[in-house]
């Protein structure tokens, strides 16, 4: 079945990186859309990019220039580069697989805080 396991998160200083990674398995990965959405605590999910089976990629303004996605079809393996992260970008990090079903994997966590 379609797994996706996040991993990367943790506690990072205002101004730093950190780079996620979501292991994909039970499906094609080459040939689908994977997307990264966040859950800011006592907010709802929102949508931060989208990398096509073709590598063009679509970002909410906020992170552009910020955050960058990239995949790796042969370790069918998807991340997110984040750079000067701010306290708010605190929030749960989930890789997905949108279409006629939706998958997510269970989030990691990206606190960042002095």
């Known amino acids: 079945q379609v797994q996706l396991v996040e991993c990367g998160g943790g506690l990072v200083q205002p101004g730093g990186s950190l780079r996620l990674s979501c292991a994909a398995s039970g499906f094609t990965f080459s040939i689908y859309y994977m997307s990264w959405v966040r859950k800011a605590p006592g907010k709802g999910p929102e949508w931060i990019s989208t990398?096509?089976?073709?590598?063009?990629?679509t970002s909410t303004d906020s992170v552009k220039g910020l955050f960058t996605i990239s995949r790796d079809n042969v370790k069918n393996t998807l991340h997110l580069q984040m750079n000067s992260l701010k306290p708010e970008d605190t929030a749960l990090y989930y890789c997905?697989?949108?279409?006629?079903?939706?998958?997510w994997g269970k989030g990691t966590l990206v606190t960042v805080s002095a």
């Open positions: 990398i096509s089976n073709g590598g063009i990629i």
């Open positions: 997905a697989r949108f279409g006629p079903m939706d998958y």
